[in-house]
């Protein structure tokens, strides 16, 4: 199995709730108050062992997919995502590339599949009752999110430096490359039209 794919299942079987219910997160609180309230009324062992305790049970107080997103996020923005792009998208650009039809496909994949895709999932999800709009989220956030989410050329590179080589690949980096800075354009181009002053 591709280390993607798997890293993909990992990310799917990662539970999406946190594991203490309200009244256990209670009392967790709780016991926490009462241990501060004593501290120096036990010996050095047992609040070692009660600190090490509560510190192992607050990451339940949260769903392991948001632990997960909080302590990885700096490190896949900042490192991981930057080193991968850097990796994947050296090419020499002849921008008459452009117009060859795996530049477009690529480029149109990003511009127009993503933002189509995201759009008409939620359209359906929202009209069949499966799930509803957060507050604040009107139609034209989701149509400027489904844009911005065709900058994500990471992904599409490296399927392309799969499926590709040679100046087959160089053509299709240059179409995701054009097609994630149009995407980008065009999706704060929609989010920041005719936003209302509370939106600011």
């Given at each position: ?11 799917l ?36 062992a ?34 991968f ?8 650009v ?107």
């Amino acid at each position: 199995m591709h280390a993607t794919i798997a890293g993909v299942l990992i990310g799917l079987m990662t539970p999406a709730r946190r594991l203490l219910p309200p009244d256990a997160a209670n009392k967790l609180i709780q016991r926490a108050r009462a241990f501060v309230s004593r501290e120096g009324a036990v010996d050095e062992a047992t609040r070692v062992a009660e600190v090490r305790f509560q510190r192992a049970a607050a990451t339940s107080l949260v769903s392991p997919t948001e632990l997960l997103i909080a302590v990885l996020h700096p490190w896949v923005s900042f490192g991981i995502m930057p080193l991968f792009a850097l990796a994947n998208a050296g090419l020499v650009v002849q921008w008459s590339d452009l117009g060859a039809p795996i530049a477009v496909a690529a480029g149109l994949g990003l511009l127009l599949g993503k933002p189509i895709g995201i759009v008409l999932a939620s359209f359906v999800a929202v009209r069949g009752g499966i799930a509803q709009l957060p507050d604040r989220v009107g139609w034209r956030q989701i149509v400027g999110g489904g844009f911005l989410s065709g900058i994500g050329f990471t992904m599409a590179l490296f399927i392309a430096g799969l499926a590709l080589e040679g100046a087959s690949l160089d053509t299709a980096k240059l179409g995701v490359l054009a097609g994630s800075l149009l995407a980008g354009i065009v999706g704060m181009a929609v989010l920041s039209v005719g936003r209302s002053p509370a939106e600011s």
